[in-house]
């Protein structure tokens, strides 16, 4: 109870095999308990707070793993859900930070999830009784770049195109002896309703910068 409930907690989702993996005959290397929340790597096991195998559905993840921070962020506390992983591990599709259009609700990731319980469960209801406002940002730690996604002046080969010694868009984040971690110069948009919101999500995602691997050819 108490502080302990909003401890840092950590989830592990193993992904199935890519097509090409299993062309290639590839097997998996971990077993998934997720009744005890642990992975078996050979002879190790590890324990986690959450462990999802390669079958679990969107919708199962975002309730158990990401909607019990609502509650948190409905009482004042800063809620932050990072997704860590090598490349073509599932970062992308789990969050659900690409391109929506071309996918069946079922496989939403976590984001569009969010951000509509965020308006049904919190806004939407405390409407009545107080004046809320919601900004949204978006930015991109690149290397040793920070890269203002909803800037209006970005294009697809803006940051590409900068050399080196001018890379970034003018965001500094620096740290406050009492306001903590402090954002100064992103660009901030006021949004009212779920789809505005994530018409400024699928905006910033066009202009991430993305890299391809041999994990992902």
Known sequence: EGLSEYSVRVAVRVRPLLPKETKEEDVLCVDVNEELGQVGVGKDCFTFDHVFDGDAPQERFFEEAA?????GLGQ???VTLLAYGQTSAGKTHTLGS???ASLPEEQHGIIPRFVNALFRDLVYPRQAEADISLRASFLELHNEDINDLLDPNLTANTISSRPP???GSG???R???QQGVQVIGSKEIEVRRPSELLRCLEK???FRTTAATNMND
């Open 67 to 71: 909607l019990p921070l609502l509650e």
């Open 76 to 78: 004042g506390l800063n």
């Open 98 to 100: 690409g391109n929506r």
């Open 165 to 167: 010694t001018s890379r």
């Open 171 to 173: 965001v500094i984040i």
């Open 175 to 177: 740290e406050d002896g």
């Open 204 to 206: 910033g995602a066009l």
